[in-house]
C-alpha cells in the first residue's frame, strides 16, 4: 500500500517552460513532504520542503504547493533547465520518511 | 563540508557471509536512517535512528539490523546477506527527520 505515489515515471518538457511533477499521499498524519533530486551514480539532494500548515513555498525557480484536502503537492520548476534533468522523489514525514518512486524529468533542448 | 560518508562504495560478497556497511556524518544531526533504491520501487526506508541508542524499523526492515552507539555513526549489518538483497543503499542524516543530507551510495551484489 504506497502512502506516497508519483503517478507519472517520466516526464518531457522543453528547455525554458514550465515543469510540473506532481505527488498524492494518503496518510493525513504527515506533516512535512520533501523534495528532492537525484543524478545517476548520487545521492539524492534535498531540493525544497513544505509543512503542512502551509500551502505553498517558493525558491527561486522552484515552488512546491500543498492541497492539504486533496492530499497533493507539486512541485513547479520554472524555467526547466537542462540541467534539471534528473530523477524527482517526493517524500513525506511523520517520524517515519517515505518516498515516492520517483518521477524522471528530461529537458529537452 | 558537511557531508554523509559510506563505506564501501561498491560491495560484492556471497550469500550469508556477514557484511557491515557504515556510514558517518559531521553535521552533529540526531536523525539517521538507511534506505534501499530498487528499480521500480523508489528509495525505501529499512531502518532509523532518532538518536543515541533509539533505532525503529523503517518499511523494509527483514534481513538487516543497525546500531547507533554514537551520535555521528549508524552501521547497516547484513548478518546473513542474501540475493535480494542486492540493491543500492543510501545513508541519510537530518535533524529530526526533516531535510535530509544523503551519502553517495553503497551498491550491494549478493552472489
Known amino acids: 500500500d504506497q502512502q506516497v505515489k508519483q503517478n507519472s515515471p517520466s516526464l518531457s518538457v522543453q528547455e525554458g517552460r514550465i515543469s510540473i511533477l506532481n505527488c498524492d499521499y494518503t496518510?493525513?498524519?504527515?506533516?512535512?513532504f520533501l523534495w528532492y533530486k537525484k543524478y545517476p551514480a548520487e545521492g539524492p539532494t534535498f531540493l525544497i520542503s513544505?509543512?503542512?500548515?502551509?500551502d505553498k513555498n517558493e525558491d527561486g525557480r522552484f515552488t512546491v504547493f500543498l492541497n492539504k484536502s486533496a492530499k497533493h503537492l507539486s512541485l513547479h520548476i520554472v524555467p526547466s533547465q537542462p540541467g534539471d534533468s534528473a530523477v524527482y522523489f517526493c517524500?513525506?514525514?511523520?517520524?517515519?520518511?517515505?518516498f515516492g518512486k520517483g518521477t524522471r524529468l528530461h529537458i529537452l533542448p | 563540508e558537511a557531508q554523509v560518508t559510506q563505506n564501501p562504495r561498491y560491495l560484492i560478497t556471497v550469500t550469508g557471509k556477514k557484511l557491515t556497511v557504515t556510514c558517518s556524518q559531521n553535521?552533529?544531526?540526531?536523525?539517521m536512517s538507511w534506505y534501499r533504491q530498487d528499480p521500480g520501487l523508489g528509495l525505501r526506508q529499512i531502518y532509523y535512528?532518532?538518536?543515541?541508542?533509539?533505532?525503529d524499523k523503517g518499511d523494509v526492515p527483514e534481513g538487516y539490523k543497525v546500531s547507533r552507539k554514537e551520535k555521528r555513526n549508524f552501521p547497516l549489518i547484513l548478518e546473513s546477506p542474501s540475493p535480494n538483497q542486492t540493491s543500492l543503499y543510501f545513508c541519510a542524516s537530518s535533524f529530526a527527520g526533516r531535510e535530509a543530507f544523503f551519502g553517495q551510495g553503497t551498491r550491494l551484489t549478493v552472489v
Open positions: 553535521m552533529n544531526h540526531e536523525y
Open positions: 517524500a513525506a514525514t511523520d517520524d517515519k520518511i517515505i
Open positions: 496518510n493525513s498524519m504527515f506533516d512535512y
Open positions: 513544505i509543512s503542512s500548515i502551509k
Open positions: 535512528s532518532m538518536n543515541v541508542e533509539v533505532t
